[in-house]
């Protein structure tokens, strides 16, 4: 663990098609053209090798899945290793038959495995039939070690949920990165995608704010069709972002296009914000066990 | 209780004098400006009787506390009851020698109390010595029922606190409520105010985005001078708004001046958000123990 440094971080937002070399080869460029840029740290977006195939409920999918380690961490590990990063990928692990996770697999600078983070909660709403594929996972919320800081890996869903941000955050976490896939139903009206991008960006800077760390986010872009013709697809809004300890936007991408960028995070920066609002000083953990209930009201 | 109902939710942002006659001829005044616009729910901001005392730790100041029922309800009562609204003050508790807290006090329209809410995250740091003057409280995060809805009431320190915000939630408040009285150092320079303030409402409107219910706060306005001159005291940043259920500003009051509004809150599209965003069917309570932990790391 490293105590007040700088890293600097790449964001790979990119859009993607059915091929899946297609998509790598587009990661590896942006992880390459990141590192040449002096990045130690760079963040894919969730489940970035192929289409966001949960738009439909198909067991031919699970073709897609790659077991840990195998194929994809292979992939992967000698990215990191000829570019000398330290990288937060998304896998669809395949951990036996049947038991299909959506798992974050980091890696050292040297390519070997870092830490895994199996996503913990799963969404399922029209377009988004995640809870058909994966199995929530089971290993907690724990932050995964590495050269450049104890990262604390979340998963997309994850990002709507408090509780998981301040568990990382009390695990040690220095920094929060979310590689995600969000987007919207074209068929909605525009005041409603406003709100729904406002509200995706403003619940992962709060958890920012209330952790005093900083937060990176890293989503696809492109329109992407609904194979069963249903609905009318996801427009992926992009917006891949980083946030510092006050919640402070440091870099925003746009919402239509790929763009890789290389940011400064001063980890550093949490100490001094935590003393000014030290939150961690002041939670009632006396009277906070009702989070581990479903609800309290009936 | 009611269901899928609007309500029209006044705000009183005022500056403060050492006169507490005038402090609440102010207050009434904005209670009866809004009653007259159709306001049912007034929220008023933190400790508006007063300055905000808690700049310097003098014993003295303790006389500016009352007991509950006492001389600070039956003025509230009286307004509450003669402006036929839903009322939240809030007062400096004295509960017995040497027993004080911060409590919000939330009336019925015909006076009578409601519920009470005593703060229980209490902040300290330079200017706001509170736990000198404040005990934390011991009533919990339960939401008070009135003839407008349940109404979660949570006072400014809390609102940095997603775990009173969900447990609110859990017990069923409809719409969350901040008394706050928070500002700036005027030593500070321009850009960490205004990281100040921003983390200030991006987390509140968090709250309303991870729980699926609006959020009122309302915090004062103008300069207090610091009694010790030990500081170049504390310029109240006003800014008091309501969030939607998605996070959405609904209003927001500007900075430097006292400003009065009634704003109509839909509390039933909560429904229709919860259904679309279901983040509370997804909470791993299998994971959450840690919550009700200082920290985890050692």
Redesign the interface.
């Known amino acids: 663990m490293t105590d007040r440094h700088t890293v600097k971080t790449g964001i790979v937002q990119h859009s993607f098609l059915s091929d899946i070399e297609t998509n790598r080869a587009r990661n590896l460029s942006g992880i390459a053209n990141l590192a040449a840029e002096g990045a130690e740290l760079i963040v894919l977006s969730e489940l970035h090798d192929s289409l966001y195939f949960c738009q439909t409920e198909n067991v031919d999918n699970f073709e897609l899945a790659s077991e840990i380690p195998g194929d994809f961490t292979d992939f992967y590990s000698a990215a990191a290793a000829e570019n000398d990063v330290v990288l937060v990928a998304s896998s669809f692990e395949r951990r036996a038959p049947g038991l299909y996770h959506n798992t974050a697999v980091v890696f050292e600078k040297d390519g070997s495995i870092a830490g895994i983070y199996r996503k913990?909660?799963?969404?399922d709403?029209p377009g988004f039939y995640e809870k058909f594929y994966f199995t929530?996972g089971d290993l907690?919320?724990k932050p995964i070690d590495t050269s450049v800081g104890r990262i604390g890996v979340l998963v997309c869903?994850d990002q709507?949920?408090?509780?998981?941000a301040?568990?990382m955050a009390?695990?040690?976490a220095e920094i929060l990165v979310y590689p995600t896939a969000i987007g919207w139903n074209p068929d909605d009206p525009a005041d409603e995608k406003e709100?729904?991008l406002?509200?995706w960006i403003?619940?992962q800077?709060?958890h920012a704010?209330?952790n005093g760390i900083p937060v990176v986010s890293v989503n696809r872009c492109g329109f992407e069709e609904d194979p069963s013709g249903q609905t009318s697809g996801i427009d992926f809004w992009g917006t891949s972002f980083i946030a510092?300890p006050?919640?402070?936007l440091l870099y925003k991408a746009p919402e239509d296009r790929p763009e890789e960028a290389a940011i400064e995070i001063d980890l550093g920066r949490s100490e001094n914000v935590r003393r000014?609002?030290?939150?961690?000083r002041?939670?009632?953990?006396d009277?906070?066990?009702?989070?581990?209930?479903?609800?309290?009201?009936k």
Do not use: C
């Open positions: 913990m909660h799963i969404p709403d929530p907690g919320f869903w709507w949920y408090p509780e998981a301040r568990l009390m695990a040690g709100r729904q406002n509200a403003t619940i800077r709060s704010v209330a510092g006050q919640g402070e000014w609002w030290p939150f961690l002041d939670r009632r953990i009277a906070y066990t009702g989070l581990s209930k479903r609800f309290l009201l």
